[in-house]
C-alpha cells in the first residue's frame, strides 16, 4: 500500500516541459476533468447526503421535514426505510416527479445495483446508497449553484526541473 501511495504520488508530482504536455496529453485530460465535474451527471450538482433512520423520513426542502434537502420541493414526499433495509418512497400529492422516469406516485428505490432507482422533481433528484452499515439518500441538482458558477481547476504550471525519472520495479509479493 504504502509504495502504490508513493508511485501515486510521484505520478502527481512530475512536472514535464510545454512540449512533453502535449504528448502526455495532459492539457487535454486537464480539460476533459472540468467537463466531467459540470457534466449532467457531475460531481458539482450533487449537493447533499442524508442518512435515513429506520421508518418514515418526510424529505424536501422545507424545514419541518426530517431530512432537509438544499433545493426541490418543499415536500418531496415519504422515504421509509424497513427493518430489512428495504427503502419504498411516497410522494407528496403536490409535487410534480418521477420514479425512474415514470409518473408514479410510489415505489420500492432499488440501491447497491449499476442503476438504482432516481426519484426526480425539476432540476434535483435523489437514489439511495449503502455506505457500511448506513443507507442514505444521494441528492443532486443540476442547477446547482456550484456547478452553475464553477470556473475551472487551477493547476501548477509545467516544469520540466519537477521531472524524476524512474524504472518500476514490481514488488515480488503483495501483501
Same mark, same amino acid.
Given at each position: 500500500?504504502?509504495?502504490?501511495?508513493?508511485?501515486?504520488?510521484?505520478?502527481?508530482?512530475?512536472?514535464?516541459?510545454?512540449?512533453?504536455?502535449?504528448?502526455?496529453?495532459?492539457?487535454?485530460?486537464?480539460?476533459?476533468?472540468?467537463?466531467?465535474?459540470?457534466?449532467? $451527471?457531475?460531481?458539482?450538482?450533487? @449537493?447533499?447526503?442524508?442518512?435515513?433512520?429506520? /421508518? *418514515?423520513?418526510?424529505? +424536501?426542502? #422545507?424545514?419541518?421535514?426530517?431530512?432537509?434537502?438544499?433545493?426541490?420541493?418543499?415536500?418531496?414526499?415519504?422515504?421509509?426505510?424497513?427493518?430489512?433495509?428495504?427503502?419504498?418512497?411516497?410522494?407528496? $400529492?403536490?409535487?410534480?416527479?418521477? @420514479?425512474?422516469?415514470?409518473?408514479?406516485?410510489? /415505489? *420500492?428505490?432499488?440501491? +447497491?445495483? #449499476?442503476?438504482?432507482?432516481?426519484?426526480?422533481?425539476?432540476?434535483?433528484?435523489?437514489?439511495?446508497?449503502?455506505?457500511?452499515?448506513?443507507?442514505?439518500?444521494?441528492?443532486?441538482?443540476?442547477?446547482?449553484?456550484?456547478?452553475?458558477?464553477?470556473?475551472?481547476?487551477?493547476?501548477?504550471?509545467?516544469?520540466?526541473?519537477?521531472?524524476?525519472? #524512474?524504472?518500476?520495479?514490481?514488488?515480488?509479493?503483495?501483501?
Amino acid at each position: 500500500m504504502r509504495l502504490s501511495t508513493l508511485v501515486l504520488f510521484t505520478c502527481l508530482a512530475v512536472r514535464i516541459s510545454a512540449t512533453e504536455v502535449s504528448s502526455f496529453g495532459l492539457e487535454q485530460a486537464r480539460t476533459e476533468s472540468g467537463q466531467r465535474l459540470t457534466a449532467s $451527471d457531475g460531481w458539482l450538482k450533487l @449537493i447533499g447526503l442524508h442518512w435515513l433512520s429506520p /421508518g *418514515e423520513n418526510t424529505v +424536501g426542502s #422545507a424545514p419541518d421535514n426530517t431530512l432537509r434537502f438544499a433545493a426541490g420541493p418543499a415536500h418531496f414526499g415519504r422515504v421509509n426505510l424497513g427493518p430489512d433495509g428495504r427503502v419504498t418512497v411516497q410522494l407528496a $400529492d403536490e409535487v410534480a416527479a418521477t @420514479i425512474q422516469g415514470q409518473t408514479v406516485r410510489t /415505489g *420500492e428505490l432499488n440501491y +447497491g445495483t #449499476a442503476q438504482p432507482t432516481l426519484v426526480a422533481a425539476g432540476t434535483v433528484s435523489f437514489l439511495v446508497i449503502k455506505r457500511g452499515d448506513k443507507i442514505g439518500l444521494r441528492v443532486k441538482d443540476s442547477a446547482s449553484a456550484r456547478r452553475r458558477d464553477f470556473v475551472g481547476l487551477d493547476y501548477f504550471p509545467v516544469d520540466a526541473s519537477w521531472r524524476i525519472e #524512474a524504472q518500476w520495479v514490481a514488488f515480488a509479493e503483495p501483501r
